[in-house]
Each structure stands twice: as C-alpha cells, then as structure tokens.
C-alpha cells in the first residue's frame, strides 16, 4: 500500500507560514475548527506544527489577554511543546502508523523537505481497519490460511 492513496494534499488544506502572525495562525484555527496547524517557510519548507495549547501557553506566559496584542507577535516566537515529525513521502506505512500513535496527523514532505500534505489518523486508522477487514473475508471465504497472511508479511 502506497501512503500516497491516504495524502490530503497542500492545495486542500490550510496551512501557516513562518512570517504570519500569531492572530493569523488563530483566526486560521479558528475557521476551520481546527487544534493544530503545520507551518511552513515561504519555499514550502515544512517548519514545525503549531497547536492551540501552545499559543495559549504562550499568552499565559506572557500575560496577553487581548488578540489585538497577538497581531505583532510572529508564530515563529510560540514555543512548541511537542514536535509533529514528519514522514518522508517515500516511507513506508510502518513508520507512518507510528508516528499516528503519538500525533494527531502526520506531515508529509518530499526529499527536499517540501511540504506535500498530511495524513490523518483517522485516515490511518480506517486503512488499519480495511485491511484486518479483508483478511478476515478472505480466510472466511478460504481464499487464505489464516497463518499464511502472517507469513507472507514477515518474509
């Protein structure tokens, strides 16, 4: 399976650039009830992720109550708690369904660290589910052993 057939593209999706700022960032958030946003340079570069609990910490910290005050603060002044890794666009699903397991989507760049799109978990939990779900139907229907898909998988 290639983790192509489960990439949301960039041209569909929202996205932060480093130069925006951090109302920017929220309003993004915000219209699109997203809790995280990836961030990228003005090349494409994928940078970090941002999420709404760090720019929270962030105002907290700083005693910024009005979002008036966030208009001159750059995204790239939020200190991000966790970092969202990104998969390489030709990695394999293995490391892809790990990273899920910590992240709630997953980045995707190219060689050149271009950012291509992202990978929900959702998305990678319903690919999990397709295929338990076709090896169930197909030892159901005899077509396989049960043992012989494990085999075939660890070869």
Not at 43 to 52: K, L, M
Not at 58 to 79: A, F, G, H, Q, W
């Amino acid at each position: 399976m290639n983790m192509l057939s489960l990439l949301k593209p960039k041209a569909l999706l929202d996205f932060a650039y480093t130069d925006n700022s951090v109302r920017q960032v929220l309003e993004r958030l915000k219209n699109h009830g997203y809790t995280a946003i990836p961030v990228i340079d003005r090349d494409g570069r994928y940078v970090t992720t941002v999420t709404e609990g760090d720019i929270l910490r962030y105002m907290l910290k700083n005693d910024i109550l009005d979002l008036k005050d966030m208009e001159r603060v750059p995204i790239t002044d939020i200190d991000i708690r966790g970092k969202n890794r990104p998969v390489y666009i030709t990695s394999g699903m293995d490391e892809l369904i790990l990273l899920s397991m910590e992240q709630n989507f997953v980045p995707v760049i190219d060689d050149r660290n271009v950012f291509s799109g992202i990978i929900t978990r959702r998305d990678i939990l319903q690919y999990c589910y397709n295929t338990i779900s076709d090896y169930r139907k197909a030892v159901e229907l005899g077509k396989i052993k049960e043992n012989e898909y494990e085999q075939v998988q660890t070869q």
